[in-house]
């Protein structure tokens, strides 16, 4: 009983120290809502490797989240982490108000220990209105490379220039392969491409408006390239450019027309009525359709191959044909060859007897005597006597 008693205290003081104090998070409904996973601050979790030199090591982490006790995240919110030496990122625009808890675990690579974290973020009402929305295609990021905050401070930067407003909060935060976009080759210079989202109260300026209009819009398809619509760009970083072609605006302000009611037709019976079904149709003959796909390919298949037979069974010219038309000195030399060829099979069919004479070393030809074999093997030695 006591070791249960101290078993089960020791389970509960483990799983006590290994849940650390939740990270807490608030965000508005309808804003972008990114929280940056530090490699750095879950490195202390891990004992460091080389401990004894006092080195903290920097391990490849690898970050799993999910929402409390479901598989998976929320619909809204987003993970990517592009390498285990890179920080990680959730992002997404929640949009009903409410508490979530994420549960992060981190896998060390390097040792496959693991960690755990809670991420509780709430939702909290909206905080500002934003019926003027725009979104800005920036080609030449990867979604990682935007979402840390001090990217997101000069791109809103650049953009606040461009629409002359102070108030300016993103919205989305898109990689361009959530949109169909496709995956750039691992070569410098190409990334995935961002849609950025961003609102405001204020209304768009004359350079925004611009990218609504046919001549921008036409203008766009016959360059091929990106145009800029007036000289309203403005862009601190070449990498945070926006690529005017591929960005809309959106006014949430004006009220979208409602979907035309779906007109009806023929086929929808009245309340009340009763379905009459048509008559079944008269029986059909199969007779002319099996005789045309059956019968006549089954008819011709047999015609080929009595045909074929004829031919290969009946006009055979034969051996005698053959030899006949072959010139007399071309057979004896195909029948010489054949008889040596049958010599020699049946000369190695009997390797069991003796050596025949003229492969001794030296023999007298006519007595059949040989003579004492010589102590040198010269190669000099003549193999065959010379006859007195
Ligand atoms: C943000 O972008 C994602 C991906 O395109 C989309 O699924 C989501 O609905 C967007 N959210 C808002 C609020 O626009």
């Known amino acids: 009983m006591a ?22 998070v608030h965000t508005p409904v309808g804003q972008l809502f990114v929280f940056e996973l530090q490699r750095d601050t879950f490195q202390n979790e ?42 990680g990122f959730l992002y997404g625009t929640p949009l009903a108000q409410g508490k979530t808890t994420i549960e992060i675990t981190v ?4 040792s496959y220990d693991t960690a755990k974290d809670r991420l509780i973020i709430t939702v909290d009402p909206p905080a500002k209105r934003m019926p003027y929305q725009a979104e800005f295609f920036i080609s030449m990021r990867d979604i990682e490379q935007v979402l840390p905050s001090t990217v997101q401070e000069d791109i809103k930067r650049d953009l606040k220039r461009i629409w002359k407003t102070k108030t300016l909060d993103f919205v989305n935060i898109t990689s361009a392969l959530d949109r169909g976009g496709r995956v ?9 491409g961002v ?47 926006v690529t005017w072609c591929k960005s809309t605006l959106i006014d949430l302000s004006r009220p979208v027309a409602p979907h035309p009611a779906p007109t009806v037709g023929t ?16 029986p059909r003959d199969f007779l002319p359709d099996y005789i ?70 030296m023999f007298n030809s006519r007595t059949g005597e040989t003579a004492p074999s010589f102590q040198t093997e010269s190669p000099r030695v003549p193999l065959i006597l010379a006859q007195q």
């Open 3 to 24: 070791e249960w008693t101290s078993l089960v205290l020791t389970v509960c003081l483990a799983s006590v120290l290994v849940v650390k104090a939740d990270i807490k």
């Open 292 to 361: 045309v796909t059956v019968i006549v390919p089954l008819a011709l298949a047999i015609l080929l191959c009595a045909l074929l037979a004829y031919i290969m069974c009946c006009r055979r010219e034969g051996l005698e044909k053959r030899d006949a038309k072959t010139p007399d000195i071309q057979l004896y030399h195909h029948h010489t060859i054949h008889e040596n060829t049958t010599e020699l099979r049946s000369m190695a069919a009997g390797r069991g007897v003796p050596p025949p004479l003229s492969t001794r070393s």
């Open 267 to 282: 086929g929808i019976l009245d309340a009340g009525s009763v379905y009459d079904p048509p008559e079944s149709p008269p």
């Open 184 to 192: 750039p080759l691992p070569l410098a210079g190409h990334f995935e």
């Open 46 to 87: 891990f004992p460091p490797f080389l401990r004894h030199y006092g080195r903290v090591y920097n391990d490849p982490m690898v970050f799993k989240c999910n929402k409390q006790a479901f598989p998976d995240l929320p619909d809204w919110l987003r993970f990517t982490q592009r390498h285990p030496y890179n920080n």
């Open 195 to 241: 849609y950025v989202k961003v609102g405001s109260d204020q209304y768009f300026t004359e350079c925004l408006l611009r990218l609504q209009t046919a001549e921008h819009r036409r203008q766009c398809e016959v360059a091929g390239k990106d145009t800029v619509p007036g000289d309203c760009t403005v862009c601190s970083y070449s990498g945070i450019c």
């Open 107 to 110: 896998i060390n690579k390097r």
